[in-house]
């Protein structure tokens, strides 16, 4: 006795098969999402006029998850945990006249509780100049027993004009990190050990741009212990 079975594949909705839209996106704007049972998915499309640096991230209490694919329907990123929280944020450079989609979901695939949040997406700005606002560098370090590693308060100014104030200790909103680096007060050369003493001068960096913050001298403790109370 043969018996024959037929069995089906039903294959998940996506932009690939026309299945499913993509919701176009445009930086600057943020979107809702409302996924369930019957739309566990939501796909958005980006094609850039000219080369960008853009981020997509989720905003809200549930625990979210992308992934990137280009027009050949190539995984070409992906993030869980890369925002605030649970939120994903995934953001790359992205070439003009490409196109681009992105599947958002729940992380654990279950969207039965018709859970919503938010999607952002942004251009991510270059900075384009610095200036300190304040810092925490002490005026002197004790040798070989302290780091100098100051929180720095900066202002930037970024390339369409706007600006921004952050803690040189974690980066800024468009994901941009500034650097602080000990340098000889004399040549300006960046120094991994500072532990002789004498005068040294930290600053602040981003790409081509140095900012000066302040000098501070690095003291023996026999020396610094010395030192009469003004």
């Excluded at 039903?10 to 690939?16: N, T």
């Excluded at 445009?26 to 080369?51: H, I």
């Excluded at 500034?178 to 602040?204: F, H, N």
Aim: charge should be negative; hydrophobic fraction near 30%; charged fraction near 30%.
């Amino acid at each position: 006795v043969s018996t024959e079975y037929e069995i089906t594949v039903k294959e998940s909705p996506s932009p690939f098969n026309g299945l499913a839209e993509a919701t176009p996106l445009t930086p600057g704007q943020q979107y809702e999402v409302a996924l369930d049972e019957e739309n566990p998915v939501r796909w958005f499309s980006y094609k850039p006029e000219k080369d960008t640096k853009a981020m997509l991230e989720s905003l809200g209490y549930v625990d979210t998850y992308v992934e990137l694919f280009d027009a050949r329907e190539s995984k070409i990123g992906e993030n869980d945990d890369g925002g605030e929280e649970t939120n994903f944020r995934l953001k790359r450079e992205f070439s003009a006249g490409e196109t681009y989609y992105f599947k958002v979901r729940e992380y654990a695939g279950n969207a039965g509780n018709g859970n919503q949040f938010q999607v952002s997406f942004t251009e991510c700005l270059e900075i384009t100049a610095l200036e300190v606002v304040r810092h925490e560098l002490k005026a002197v370090y004790l040798a070989g027993q302290e780091k100098v590693s100051p929180d720095v308060f900066v202002k930037a100014t970024y390339s369409n004009g706007s600006e921004n104030r952050f803690s040189i200790k974690s980066k800024d909103k468009y994901e941009n990190r500034v650097r602080g680096r000990v340098v000889s007060a004399d040549t300006k050369e960046e120094l991994s050990d500072y532990s002789i003493p004498g005068t040294y001068l930290y600053q602040i960096t981003y790409g081509d741009i140095v900012v000066d913050v302040a000098e501070f001298r690095v003291e023996r403790m026999e020396d610094y212990i010395t030192q009469p109370v003004t």
